[in-house]
C-alpha cells in the first residue's frame, strides 16, 4: 500500500469488554486499522463477530477497554471541544436501519436541513435550500418530488439515499456505513453500494463498510478484514483475500456465497455443519502468530 495518503481515522490495537469476570464478553481483541481518503475497508463477519463494535468505536459511541482511536494521527480522548467538534463533523454514520434512524414527523428537507445548521456554519437563508437540493441530486434522487416527502412515502432505497445525503451534508472526511444494504430489496442493493463507492472516490472519503456479506466488499472496498470473535484473522487487497483465501473461517464465509464470480477450490465442495462448527471453535481461540501470504494479504494462525 506504497503513496497512500496519512491515515484519517485509525483504530491501534483497539479493544473493547463488556462485563466483568467469567461472564465478560471479549467484543474486539487488539484491533488495528487505519482508513485513508479515497478508500473503502470492509470489516466483514457474521453476527456477533465484533464488527459493530468496532464502527461504534470508530463513531465514539463506545470508549475502547484498551488501545487508542486516532484521528490524523492524534488520540481522539487527549482532545480538546473544537478537535471533538471536528471529529464529530468529520466522522459521519449511516445506518442498517433507513427508516428507523429517520424521524416520521419531518420531511426529507428537515432531515438535510439540521446537519447543514449543525455543521455547515457557511451556509445559510437562501443557499440552504439550494444545497438540499444538491445534496439530493448527488444522491440521484429528485429534489423537488422527494424534499417535501415524509420518510414513509419514500421506499426503503431511497430512504437510504436520504442517509446518504445526510451524511454527506457534513462534508465528511470518514463515513462509515454499518450494514446499510442488509435490509433493503435485493433489487435496490447494488445501486446504493455504486453510490457509496462513487462518493468515496468523488469526494476522497474514507470509508468503513460493516458487512456479514463477503460477496458486496468487491463492489465497494479496495481493502477487507475478516473478523471473527473479536479477531481479524485474514486481511489485506481485498481481490487477493477473496480469490485466495488462507484462512478456515475466510474460506468457510466464502463457501456460503453463491456467486458465481467468485473462485472456490472445489466448487462443488459443500461445508458441513460439522465442520463449520470446527473452524468456529478454532478460529475462536486467541490467535497471535501473523504470516503474510503474499504483498498485501496477511492471515492470522493460532
Not at 487477493?240 to 483465501?245: L, M, Q, T
Request: proline fraction near 6%; include cysteine; hydrophobic fraction near 40%.
Amino acid at each position: 500500500m506504497t503513496g497512500m495518503s496519512a491515515p484519517i481515522l485509525t483504530l491501534d490495537k483497539v479493544s473493547k469488554t463488556f462485563g466483568n469476570g467469567p461472564a465478560a464478553v471479549r467484543a474486539a481483541r487488539s484491533i488495528s486499522f487505519s482508513l485513508h481518503a479515497g478508500r473503502a475497508l470492509a470489516v466483514v463477519g457474521e453476527s456477533g463477530s465484533g464488527k459493530t463494535t468496532c464502527a461504534r468505536i470508530a463513531m465514539r459511541e463506545y470508549e475502547p477497554s484498551e488501545g487508542r482511536l486516532l484521528y490524523k494521527g492524534k488520540p481522539v480522548d487527549a482532545a480538546g471541544s473544537k478537535e471533538i467538534a471536528d471529529y464529530r463533523r468529520s466522522v459521519q454514520m449511516i445506518f442498517q436501519d433507513p427508516f428507523a434512524s429517520l424521524n416520521p414527523a419531518h420531511t426529507i428537507a428537515y432531515h438535510l436541513k439540521r446537519p447543514l445548521m449543525l455543521h455547515r456554519s457557511d451556509i445559510r437563508g437562501a443557499a440552504v435550500d439550494e444545497e438540499i437540493k444538491a445534496l439530493l441530486r448527488q444522491v440521484k434522487l429528485d429534489p423537488e418530488i422527494v424534499a417535501p416527502k415524509y420518510p414513509h412515502e419514500l421506499s426503503g432505497g431511497q430512504r437510504q439515499r436520504v442517509n446518504i445525503a445526510r451524511a454527506l451534508a457534513a462534508k465528511p472526511e470518514v463515513i462509515v456505513a454499518d450494514e446499510p444494504t442488509s435490509m433493503l430489496d435485493v433489487s435496490v442493493r447494488l445501486g446504493v453500494l455504486n453510490l457509496l463507492s462513487e462518493m468515496k472516490r468523488e469526494m476522497n472519503l474514507g470509508l468503513l463498510y460493516i458487512t456479514h456479506d463477503i460477496a458486496t466488499a468487491r463492489y465497494v472496498a479496495e481493502d477487507i478484514a475478516v473478523m471473527y470473535a473479536g479477531q481479524i484473522v485474514e486481511w489485506g487487497n481485498t481481490g487477493k483475500v477473496i480469490d485466495n483465501p488462507a484462512h478456515p473461517y475466510t474460506k468457510l464465509l466464502l463457501s456460503a456465497v453463491p456467486d458465481p464470480d467468485i473462485r472456490f477450490d472445489d466448487p462443488n465442495a459443500q461445508v458441513s455443519s460439522a465442520e463449520a462448527d470446527e473452524t468456529r471453535r478454532r478460529s475462536a481461540a486467541t490467535q497471535e502468530t501473523i504470516r503474510e501470504v503474499e504483498p498485501d494479504h496477511f492471515v492470522r494462525a493460532a
